[in-house]
C-alpha cells in the first residue's frame, strides 16, 4: 500500500493520483523499480498499480496545492490509514513522502528510505521511498531496495 499526503487540484482534475510534477516523478520510480510495467502510461498508473494488486491511498482527502497540512491534520489522518490497513491488510506500507511516515510514526523519522525501524501498521511493516530531491544515488539504492520488497511482497 503506497501512502500520500493529500491530493493535489491537477490530480483531481486529472481523476487520478499523483498527476503533478513531483507525482509524474513517483509514477516514473515505480516503473524504474519494476513495481509498474516499463509502458505504463503515467497519466493512469493509479489504475495500473490497481491492476498489478497495489493499493494507494492518502493520509488526507482534501486537496491542496502544495504540502500545507499541519501536523494536526496529519495526524487525524492515521487512524483511518490504520483501519485501510485492517481492512487490506496489505504486504507492506509504503510512504511516499518523509511527512506522512513521521505522522504515522508519531515521531521523526531518521531514515532516508527504506524499513523505518520500530513501525508498522497493523502489523504490516512499514518503509518510506526515497525523498523527491534525493541525490540519484540514494535514489537508485533506494529503488533497488522497493524492487527487492514488491519482489518479497509478490511471492507471500
Known sequence: ???????????????HYHQGTLGRRF?????EATILPADTE????D??????GH???????EP???DEASADELRAGVAPLFQRVALWRPGAVVFIYKRAAEAAAG?????PWGRIDGVALGGRSCFLMPGPYAPREEVDEGLNFLRNLGEAVRRR
Open 1 to 15: 500500500l503506497f501512502v500520500g499526503l493529500n491530493p493535489s487540484p491537477v490530480s483531481v482534475a486529472a481523476g
Open 27 to 31: 509514477w516514473g520510480r515505480l516503473v
Open 42 to 45: 503515467l497519466a493512469t498508473a
Open 47 to 52: 489504475d495500473a498499480l490497481a491492476a498489478a
Open 55 to 61: 493499493g494507494i491511498t492518502d493520509l488526507l482527502k
Open 64 to 66: 491542496s496545492p502544495r
Open 107 to 111: 515521531r521523526p523519522v531518521r531514515e
